[in-house]
């Protein structure tokens, strides 16, 4: 049984930092195209960042280019989101995802599991 759970949220002023971690069980994070995704009240699930598990392919929304930083530690199993620089529009809950096929897709249709989130919010 896969198993994703997302930890690290919280309450943070905008120009601050948080890591969110994904830990994965039932699958190896290193051979699985690994995704991150929010979705704010009222709106739709969008992408954020993706690493792919052939090639170490990365792919970013361009809204986080920059201050973003999607990474995998294969040992831990767990994936990493280094969030800087944020922004109050970065307040949304963050789901970790993980698709079998190996590009970095921004599509949520493409991914085969979904972690439950966790809350991000930025004050202004």
């Known amino acids: 049984q896969v198993q994703l759970v997302e930890s690290g949220g919280g309450l943070v002023q905008a120009g601050g930092s948080l890591r969110l971690s994904c830990a994965a069980s039932?699958?190896?994070?290193?051979?699985?195209?690994m995704g991150w995704f929010r979705q704010a009240p009222g709106k739709e699930r969008e992408f954020v960042a993706a690493?792919?598990?052939?090639?170490?392919?990365?792919s970013y929304a361009i809204s986080v280019k920059e201050r973003f930083t999607i990474s995998r530690d294969n040992a831990k199993n767990t994936v990493y989101l280094q969030m800087n620089s944020l922004k109050p529009e970065d307040t949304a809950v963050y789901y970790c995802a993980a698709r079998g096929g190996w590009g970095p897709s921004s599509s949520t249709a493409e991914y085969d599991y979904w972690g439950q989130g966790t809350q991000v919010t930025v004050s202004s």
């Open positions: 039932g699958l190896t994070v290193g051979s699985y195209t």
């Open positions: 690493l792919s598990w052939r090639g170490g392919r990365v």
